[in-house]
């Protein structure tokens, strides 16, 4: 199924959430979750030319029409855009002593806590 949003509406695949808990408690999906992420998949010609295809952005609980897998939603509904996530950070040595992730290149001092 093809679906073309129109107007100021964004089509959004949701992002699964965790189901279980670290410990291992199974959670009810989207249970405490005001804020939700979604991947836009659509948008209508009449929306900010900042929404693009691929973009994940936040937008409220209980906003938008499920179709399918999928969410359509108005424009106002959409929270922000969400530009990268917090990096979990891989640090390695580098010859002058200081560790650096090798994933964003965020530089830290071991000896400064």
């Given at each position: 199924m093809k679906?073309?949003?129109?107007?100021?509406?964004?089509l959004l695949r949701p992002e699964k959430l965790e189901e279980k808990t670290s410990s291992g408690f199974i959670m009810p999906e989207n249970q405490?979750?005001?804020?939700?992420?979604g991947t836009v998949e659509g948008v209508g010609k009449e929306c900010d030319e900042l929404l693009k295809k691929g973009?994940?952005?936040?937008?409220?609980?209980?906003?938008?029409s499920e179709i399918g897998e999928?969410?359509?939603?108005?424009?106002?509904?959409?929270?922000?855009?969400i530009e990268?996530?917090?990096?979990?950070h891989e640090f390695s040595q580098?010859?002058?002593?200081?560790?650096?992730?090798?994933?964003?290149g965020f530089e830290k001092d071991p000896m400064i806590r």
């Open positions: 679906i073309q949003p129109l107007g100021n509406t964004v405490d979750k005001p804020i939700l992420i973009l994940k952005v936040a937008y409220a609980k209980f906003s938008g999928y969410i359509l939603i108005g424009e106002p509904d959409i929270l922000g855009i990268e996530e917090i990096c979990q580098l010859v002058t002593g200081i560790l650096k992730c090798k994933k964003c």
